[in-house]
């Protein structure tokens, strides 16, 4: 056999993980979310003061978005529900961290730099391309072809 025969065999196979995978993903992504959304959830007015602090404009507001953005992400991500589209205020929301928090820290993770963050946003953008996958809402209400894998 040829190696082009053996690896379309091997891409045959791996695509029946697909689905499994971006569950997997999706679940590891919102338990990632949820620590920190809780802790905004359960002391605001400290979130809120520390965003102020920063020079956000309406820390109050923009506290309870994040944590509100962040609560209905978890939610959402673990059911598979407007995947896509939940996806995108997260990936603002680790904009905002990287360039307010991270960003002067450098990389590492280690250093409490951006690389925690930048992975989080590659992830949700594999959501946003991909979809959630069959494991999912997004595929009993929305079934699209692209998302059946």
Do not use: C
């Not at 025969?5 to 919102?30: D, N």
């Not at 965003?51 to 404009?57: C, D, L």
């Amino acid at each position: 056999m040829h190696f082009h025969s053996l690896y379309m065999m091997f891409t045959l196979v791996t695509e029946y993980f697909q689905s499994a995978v971006l569950l997997i993903l999706r679940l590891i992504i919102a338990y990632g979310f949820y620590e920190p959304a809780m802790s905004k959830i359960n002391d605001i007015d400290s979130v809120a003061g520390w965003f102020g602090s920063m020079g956000i404009p309406f820390p109050t507001v923009n506290a309870y978005m994040a944590a509100g953005t962040e609560i209905l992400g978890v939610g959402l991500l673990v059911l598979g529900l407007f995947t896509r589209l939940i996806s995108l205020p997260l990936i603002v929301i680790m904009i905002v961290a990287i360039f307010t928090v991270h960003l002067d820290n450098g990389f590492s993770a280690g250093t409490n730099g951006f690389e925690i963050p930048l992975y989080y946003m590659m992830f949700l953008m594999v959501f946003v391309t991909q979809g959630a996958g069959k494991f999912s809402l997004d595929n009993i209400f929305f079934h699209n072809e692209n998302d059946n894998r």
